[in-house]
Antibody
Framework: EVQLVESGGGVVRPGGSLRLSCATS????????MTWVRQSPGKGLEWVSSISYNGAATGYADSVKGRFTISRDNARNSLYLQLNSLRAEDTALYHCARRGITTAATSFYIDVWGKGTTVTVSS | QSLLTQPPSVSAAPGQKVTISCSGS????????VSWYQQLPGTAPKLLIY???KRPSGIPDRFSGSKSGTSATLGITGLQTGDEADYYC???????????FGGGTKLTVL
């Protein structure tokens, strides 16, 4: 069974840092690109960042660029998101997500989602 | 403000059909495939449609997707009370080099 299990969320003051982790199992991790998507309380989905299967390529939403860093450890089947300079608007449930495999260059979709870990930024 | 526009809510009776629209631009839907996700209350999103009209294994054919120009549509036939959920469209925006999602549509089965 494919599983994505996030951890590392918590309550942090504005300007603080957190490191989110995503432990994966049930599939060949280094075959897949991975993504973080967040969902603010009562709001919709927001793409945060993606990383290629080998970590060579990364991308970030403008709202987090320069503050968040995505990385992966293929030997540990794990995905990470380092969150720095946190703001109140970063408060959200952060989902680890697997990018679907496709041969189409114009296709982006998520085929597996984790349940998420909650980040609360508050003074 | 999402780059992809969805109606905030739709409703229909059990057994009926409903469609949910997703409107974008040439930099996203116009030149990229669309995916659709169902989020039941208190759960993680689930992939319903990918590459605009393909269903993953296990998704019933009551769910369908289509795309025309800069808009996409999710169709659900034979509505069931268990279909009550939030539905999101998603795609890639080539100008932003970023994933984008619609604001979500809450489906109520009356």
């Amino acid at each position: 069974e494919v599983q994505l299990v996030e951890s590392g969320g918590g309550v942090v003051r504005p300007g603080g840092s957190l490191r989110l982790s995503c432990a994966t199992s049930g599939f060949t991790f280094d075959d897949y690109g991975m993504t973080w998507v967040r969902q603010s309380p009562g709001k919709g989905l927001e793409w945060v960042s993606s990383i290629s299967y080998n970590g060579a390529a990364t991308g970030y939403a403008d709202s987090v660029k320069g503050r968040f860093t995505i990385s992966r450890d293929n030997a540990r089947n794990s995905l990470y998101l380092q969150l720095n300079s946190l703001r109140a608007e970063d408060t959200a449930l952060y989902h680890c997500a697997r990018r679907g495999i496709t041969t189409a260059a114009t296709s982006f979709y998520i085929d597996v989602w984790g349940k998420g870990t909650t980040v609360t930024v508050s003074s | 403000q999402s780059l992809l526009t969805q109606p905030p809510s739709v409703s229909a009776a059990p057994g009926q059909k409903v469609t949910i629209s997703c409107s974008g631009s040439s930099s996203n839907i116009g030149n990229n495939y669309v995916s659709w996700y169902q989020q039941l209350p208190g759960t993680a999103p689930k992939l319903l449609i990918y590459e605009s009209n393909k269903r993953p294994s296990g998704i019933p054919d009551r769910f369908s997707g289509s795309k025309s120009g800069t808009s996409a549509t999710l169709g659900i036939t034979g509505l069931q009370t268990g279909d009550e959920a939030d539905y999101y469209c998603g795609t890639w925006d080539s100008s932003l080099s970023a994933g984008v999602f619609g604001g979500g549509t809450k489906l109520t089965v009356l």
